[in-house]
């Protein structure tokens, strides 16, 4: 506590007041406070400065930056950025910049006074302005030289008064979590469509399981589309939950990075001895030389053995860990959760699932490959087929009723009677009849009242990870899978319902403005067989989203896409198609969402068909203020538009 009044008292006397910024709190309502250490790592520089275009801040030549620069992608215009160049403990690789910086734009008042703190620990590099956390990276190596008072040059004309301060400070949320996620905007549910807090922050690989009352999701944080630490990821699962998809919780981390060796892969939550487990693979391979990891040790161990052992982290003789690991939670509801530190398995994306005998199978993926059972979590992994499943990442298995299935990440689907061998799966999207409606790596859960929920996100401007989605499936008799909106995440509407066109009939196409840029769009189409809807949504400067509904070959598109069968590219959520649509042949609802956002620097369009069939594209660029509706061998009765 003295320490804490201590390091408040020398910010106070800088002007260093962790003030509200009032045009941020929805996007970003953690505020920080800081108290200083004893011990520990690295540098904090708290600094107040006034933002003047292409201004150096502060500089230790060679080493660190800090200052307003223009922006490297469009419609950043002005970005305050700090650059740490680093040595990288790693034969063959030159010094590298590693960058922390935000908009000003996303500032309240951005051209006035604002207080930043600049941390650097061994684990991670972070940007704070006016108390809430901008952007943090991973570093790798060390820093290229030396941070003092006599080496920092700074630029008294921009910047106010200023302290670095060693090791760096310890930052806390003065909103402690476990706590209430809060709605982000007017147009969705806390979760649906959401990303975290922060310009560059988003969703990647998504882990969910029902467990004690609750849905628990566990997502990859990503910022800089899997770009972080060198381009090497740093990732990390954080962890939310719910009990009724309407009032979301956020956790701490269920698996932070701590060490610079980690970055954390997908794996998957399940439930062993009334426990909450979260597995998880180690990417050290991107970091590393293979001999200078454990794996080596790890199929030393297989190959004499037959099996796997566990490997606890203090006993890998200097060797660093890699391979599959996993998470265990501290409390019997799943909310908190404690690394185990112990390496079970050479694979660096492990799906672990348990059987109906309760025996542990894994799926391995990137640093091994097949199915593998074990009695026993730590160790015991025997390998019993070596070529299934034969093709995809990130795999997932679950079963509905008497059908078996495994998702193979983005892009491979199978289907099996659940009692038939492992020779019976077939592939589904040589059939055509997958799933796959623009989410990647989606992970299926079942819920209590026997409902099956998928959830995964959607890439943005073909970078990896973006807004998360959560859809409820749907089952046929043959085991066939659609899905449709889940009700508890639809949208709340922000104004009132009004009826754009009564009826468009054969041959006849409506036109007309729209004065939001997120709403929803509601229709119900009376097919022909030979039919076609054409719905094309546009914005001022000339950018458009053409959908098609084709019903005489049971189709529907975004542009001129095509399905995944016939060589598309659903996972990128821009132009696809999917096909075999069923729920089309008499009268039907149609549903479409539009979410304008600048964070997406665009659109979401996702569509629902018939209550059986959803697909979602991100379209760069476009706001919508336009649309034209035409009905081809088909009717289109009561046009309704919703502003979200």
């Not at 660190?64 to 469009?74: A, E, F, K, W």
């Not at 490997?311 to 409390?331: C, M």
């Not at 819920?447 to 998360?468: F, S, T």
């Not at 996972?571 to 009268?587: F, R, V």
């Amino acid at each position: 506590m003295k320490y804490r009044v201590i390091i408040f008292s020398l910010l106070l006397s800088f002007g260093f007041h962790l003030l509200r910024a009032e045009g941020l709190v929805q996007l970003l309502p953690n505020k920080w406070e800081f108290e200083k250490q004893t011990d520990g790592q690295g540098f904090s520089i708290c600094f107040t400065f006034c933002p003047a275009v292409d201004t150096q801040l502060l500089e230790v030549p060679g080493v660190l930056t800090v200052g307003i620069v223009d922006g490297r992608r469009p419609g950043d215009d002005y970005v305050l950025e700090a650059v740490l160049s680093f040595r990288l403990p790693t034969k063959g690789h030159p010094v590298q910049k590693m960058r922390v910086g935000v908009p000003l734009s996303r500032l309240s008042q951005p051209w006035s006074k604002h207080q930043a703190v600049l941390s650097y620990t061994e684990a991670r590099l972070t940007l704070y302005v006016d108390g809430l956390l901008m952007d943090n990276d991973f570093p790798f190596g060390e820093p290229s030289g030396m941070i003092d008072k006599k080496a920092l040059i700074v630029n008294k004309k921009a910047v106010g008064k200023w302290s670095l301060v060693q090791p760096a400070l310890k930052a806390k949320r003065k909103n402690c979590l476990p706590r209430p996620l809060q709605r982000k905007g007017g147009y969705s549910s806390p979760l649906q469509y959401f990303t975290p807090e922060g310009h560059n922050a988003w969703v990647g690989d998504v882990a969910a399981i029902h467990h004690n009352g609750r849905y628990h999701l566990f997502y990859l944080f990503d910022r800089r589309g899997h770009r972080s630490k060198f381009g090497r990821g740093g990732h990390y699962f954080e962890h939310l939950s719910t009990a009724d998809f309407l009032h979301w919780t956020e956790h701490e981390a269920a698996v932070p990075i701590d060490e610079q060796w980690e970055t954390i892969g997908t794996g998957t939550p399940f439930v062993l001895h009334d426990s909450l487990f979260l597995s998880y693979g180690m990417h050290t391979s991107r970091l590393f030389p293979n001999e200078a990891t454990a794996t080596p040790m790890q199929w030393d161990s297989i190959r004499a053995l037959g099996h796997s052992v566990a490997l606890p982290f203090s006993e890998l003789s200097g060797r660093i860990p890699s391979g599959a690991s996993y998470s265990t939670s501290t409390d019997a509801d799943g909310n908190q959760f404690r690394k185990s530190r112990i390496l079970i398995h050479p694979a660096e994306n492990p799906t672990i699932y348990t059987t109906d005998e309760s025996r542990l199978m894994m799926l391995a993926n990137y640093g091994a490959r097949g199915t593998w059972t074990s009695d026993h979590l730590d160790g015991g992994w025997r390998q019993v087929s070596e070529d299934f499943p034969p093709g995809g990442d990130c795999t997932f298995i679950f079963r509905w009723g008497s059908y078996e299935y495994i998702v193979g990440g983005f892009t491979h689907m199978w289907m099996k009677p659940a009692n038939a061998p492992i020779e019976a799966y077939q592939d589904m999207v040589c059939q055509g009849l997958d799933f796959y409606d623009g989410l990647s790596v989606p992970s299926i859960t079942p819920l209590p009242d026997g409902r099956y929920v998928m959830a995964g996100w959607v890439e943005i401007n073909r970078h990896w990870g973006g807004p998360l989605v959560i859809r409820e499936l749907l089952q046929d008799a043959d085991g066939r899978l659609g899905s449709r909106f889940m009700q508890e995440l639809m949208p709340e509407a922000a104004g009132q319902t009004r009826l754009l066109c009564q009826t468009i009939n054969e041959g006849e196409h409506w036109e007309g403005s729209c004065d939001e840029t997120s709403f929803l769009l509601t229709s119900t189409v009376l097919p022909d067989k030979d039919g076609k809807v054409v719905i094309n949504l546009m914005d001022e400067s000339g950018r458009t989203c053409p959908w098609t509904l084709d019903l005489s070959e049971a189709t529907a598109r975004f542009g001129e896409g095509r399905s995944l069968r016939q060589g598309g590219e659903p996972q990128h959520a821009t132009d696809y198609a999917i096909e075999h649509l069923c729920g089309i042949d008499s009268s039907f609802p149609l549903r479409i969402i539009v979410i304008g956002d600048p964070k997406l620097g665009g659109s979401l369009v996702d569509v629902e068909i018939a209550g059986r069939r959803t697909m979602i594209s991100h379209r760069s660029g476009l706001f919508v203020c336009r649309m034209t509706v035409e009905a081809e061998h088909a009717t289109i009765s009561n046009l309704c538009i919703t502003p979200l």
